[in-house]
């Protein structure tokens, strides 16, 4: 019977038990792209950005979310090669990343129109969390929360 | 749902990782299989049963019957 080694979540996990940086590199290089690019745009958009013709400011600031795709493309390829208990897992965790990604910044938003920051920090007009920095880093903190929990009651 | 997998798996001298190499898949689904905390596709199933040449009820026992 032939045999192969499926992937584990583990691989992606820095400091776990069987990190590989080259499957990290494999799968999260374009979110890395798309981090990078927005906060590069970031950065400039105050500045030089704003100087410029719409169509390129709009192309500057939906760059980002173009490349995302292209980055749940690879996680999708990395999930097919793990075995059907961890793609039940790790499909789990990412459901409920997304979920929790969505009802937080919905709740951000909606704390930051009732006036809700502005009256923490008087004179800060809210603090902008729909960079593609901040949400896949609230991704990541709700897909490690997701997956100890899902992982929990096969272990 | 229980399973006579440890007890097969043992007596052909194998530990998890042996068996988990063999199927393609990894440790932790042998032992959550073994452990009966987790119930495996009809496909996995399937080649548990033909690795072992006995029926897939020989091994996987349904407790509701």
């Known amino acids: 019977m032939m045999s192969y080694k499926p992937n584990v979540p583990n691989e992606i996990c820095p400091g776990k038990e069987g990190y590989s940086w080259q499957t990290d590199r494999r799968v999260n290089s374009w979110l890395f792209l798309a981090v990078l690019i927005s906060a590069a745009s970031g950065f400039f958009f105050p500045g030089q950005v704003r100087e410029l013709p719409v169509a390129w400011r709009t192309m500057i600031a939906l760059s980002p979310f173009l490349i995302l795709p292209l980055w749940a493309g690879s996680v999708v390829r990395w999930v097919r090669g793990m075995d059907e208990l961890h793609r039940r897992i790790t499909t789990a965790a990412v459901l409920f990343a997304v979920s929790a990604c969505f009802f937080f910044v919905l709740l951000w938003h909606r704390l930051e129109v009732a006036g809700f920051f502005e009256a923490l920090v008087p004179g800060r007009n809210g603090w902008d969390i729909g960079t593609i920095g901040h949400i896949s880093l609230l991704f990541v903190l709700f897909y490690g929360l997701g997956y100890s929990i899902f992982n929990r009651r096969y272990q | ?65």
Request: hydrophobic share 40%; glycine share 4%.
């Open chain 2, 1 to 65: 749902m229980k399973n006579r997998l440890r007890e097969l798996r043992t007596a052909k001298e194998w530990s998890q990782s042996d068996l988990a190499e063999i199927l393609g898949v990894s440790r932790q689904t042998v032992n959550a299989i073994e452990t009966g905390k987790y119930h495996p596709s009809l496909p996995l199933a399937f080649k548990v049963a033909r690795l072992f040449g006995r029926a897939i009820e020989q091994i996987f026992e349904d407790q509701e019957e």
